[in-house]
């Protein structure tokens, strides 16, 4: 091969790579914009695995309550961050979950045994708990004090914004019970998920019209407000939305993103915590789906709740204002194990967006 | 990224096979009764460069903080006080919410370095691709142009030790949404070493 070959050879090689490069690998992330977003992060004070956050109303007043193993609650209203009081009359076993109606607050709670043959601690029993106020003592449900570690147990609610339309149910293996303090009522259980009659394998629920609709899934809301009732309940399956309007019949959208896992509702956006972090979606004034997930329009939540972290639980306090003007609280959890992804161990809790503050923290 | 690598190997094999194709005979051009003229570099000198640096973020307040990287680079003389030659950088930037901005600028450079004795004094300016990266995102290609300045010391005929200064300007610009153009200036400054040959 002489030198005018090479030169050929050489040449061609360069402008193939090159044009390779540029129009078979190129992707456009959204970096500089995103990093501008962020701001220094607060210490986490509610941090951990955390499955449920639910609204109660003593005296007209409306808190808040988390759980983390331990339960913490605070005033609704105080938007600001570190204004969560540790319940020290919680349980001494841990809390899994949490429910409320419009007079009790309900605690499942995990006790924990060592199993010195393969070295770890495993669930000895479960046990249900009920108070009737903020800060009242705990009490273990007559004959739910020990149920079967093997026995699944969930715990939910409608968490509606109004208190009187909250209920509570509990389903432990294939039976379902309406909860009214230390009085669970047992109801009848069918196979079928979007209606009145919960299924043997619910999972959550939500106050419409005059009845609680059950589902099997995670992600279910409706669009009431504290001062107006539902028009529309929601729930997702994977990325798809099913809305009605009648408990009848139900209309599919899909939001295009990863798995829902919970969704709250304000007046302009659903606010879905998903496999893959915060997300958002739009929809009409009426409260139809009208556009697919993105993660760009929730102020700095791309760049916090991240797709690297799975969103458990969302809630929006007022869910009458615009999603960039109400206090929204969202868990970060590992999506994928914690070896296997970048997320911070620090990051894995509570965080919260506050519109005085304008940006998602730690919380 | 993954496919981006055999590209730029393909580039970087190509690039040696023609330098090392160059060469191929050049030994029969020595004219024993020419007059000599010893100068520190001259054309077809070659040098390899090896730093490490710290990289400070010039217009991101406190959103990014400042970094690190490291970079490799491949240099030819084509006169005694001009060179032609290609870096690789790899660069990060912790940010203020405890994420991670990673940047590889490759970029293509001429580089005039005049000199006073053993002191070497490099101006560089660069061209070419970055991949950068950020949470699960990345974008590519993006622009990067990039001025440099150092002073050496050459050492041995084989070494040279020295700083070395670059100010980098890399745009993101996004077709399907330009209010989010937006661009980095990072200025850096490192330890060098140059390996002559």
Known sequence: ?363 | MKRCLPLLLILFLAGGAYTFAADSGSGDDVHQDAPVEYKTNDTGDQYIKIAIMGVQPQNFDQQLKTGGAAELGYHRFISSLFALGFDIQFGYNPTIGSNMFTFVPMTLTGTFQPYIGRFEFPFTFGVGAALESYLSRNYFPGLVLKGQAGAFFRATESWSFGIESEYMYMPQWYRDHPEYNDYGLFLTVGLVARYHF
Not at chain 1, 122 to 136: A, E, F, N, Q, R
Not at chain 1, 146 to 158: A, C, D
Not at chain 1, 162 to 170: D, E, G, I, T
Not at chain 1, 292 to 310: R, V
């Open chain 1, 1 to 363: 091969m002489d030198a005018k070959m090479k030169k050929i050879f050489f040449y061609t090689v360069c402008i193939t790579a090159a044009v390779s490069l540029f129009t078979l690998t190129g992707c456009q992330g959204e970096i500089f914009n995103s990093i501008r977003e962020e701001v220094e992060l607060e210490s986490s004070t509610i941090t951990g695995d955390i499955h449920s956050l639910v609204r109660f109303t003593e005296s007209s007043t409306d808190y808040l309550f988390v759980e983390n193993g331990d339960i913490y609650y605070k005033n609704a209203s105080n938007s600001y961050h570190g204004a969560w009081t540790s319940d020290s009359n919680a349980p001494n076993d841990y809390t899994y979950m949490l429910a409320s109606d419009s007079t009790y607050m309900y605690a499942l709670g995990l006790t924990y045994t060592s199993d010195y043959t393969e070295g770890e601690n495993v669930i000895d029993h479960k046990t249900l708990y009920y108070k009737s106020s903020v800060t009242g003592a705990w009490t273990a449900i007559s004959g739910y004090e020990s149920i079967s570690s093997s026995t699944t147990v969930v715990l939910f609610g409608t968490n509606a914004p109004q208190a009187s339309h909250r209920k509570a149910y509990v389903r432990i293996g294939s039976y379902v019970y309406s909860l009214n303090g230390s009085t669970l009522t047992a109801l009848t259980t069918g196979t079928t998920s979007g209606i009145s009659t919960p299924s043997t394998t619910c999972v959550s629920c939500v106050y419409f019209g005059s009845s609680t609709y059950f589902f099997n899934y995670t992600a279910s809301t409706t669009n009431e407000t504290a001062d107006t009732a539902a028009t529309y309940m929601y729930y997702v399956n994977g990325d798809n939305v099913y809305y009605s309007a009648d408990g009848s019949t139900w209309t599919s959208y899909d939001f295009s993103c990863d798995d829902v896992y919970s969704i709250a509702y304000t007046s302009d956006y659903f606010v879905l915590g998903t496999s893959g972090g915060l997300q958002e979606a739009a929809h009409s004034s009426a409260g139809v789906p009208t556009g697919g997930a993105d993660d760009d329009s929730f102020a700095n939540a791309s760049s916090t709740l991240s797709s690297s972290y799975k969103v458990n639980v969302v809630l929006a306090v007022t869910p009458a204002n615009a999603m960039l003007n109400t206090d929204v609280y969202g868990t970060a959890n590992y999506s994928g194990t914690a070896s296997s992804t970048s997320a911070v161990f620090d990051n894995i809790g509570l965080w919260s967006y506050y519109p005085s503050r304008a940006k998602w923290n730690r919380e």
